[in-house]
């Protein structure tokens, strides 16, 4: 499985919203606050995480 966000295969992933992440790219979420340096950054994360889980809530039955 490999990372959503940095495309890194081999890494643990853990599932976020159904979406694997690799731990580092998981902890850069979690622990950079949104008034941060990289706020764009963790915006369009963010914003594509919950697009892609309001799509497949969208396709389910
Ligand atoms: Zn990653």
Known sequence: MSCKFC???G???VDLLGI???EDCFEHIA???VFADNY???KEVIKSILK???EEKDMAP
């Open 52 to 54: 892609k889980y309001i």
């Open 11 to 13: 890494k643990n992933t």
């Open 40 to 42: 764009e950054y963790n």
């Open 20 to 22: 694997s992440i690799c």
């Open 31 to 33: 622990t950079t606050s």
């Open 7 to 9: 495309n890194e295969k």
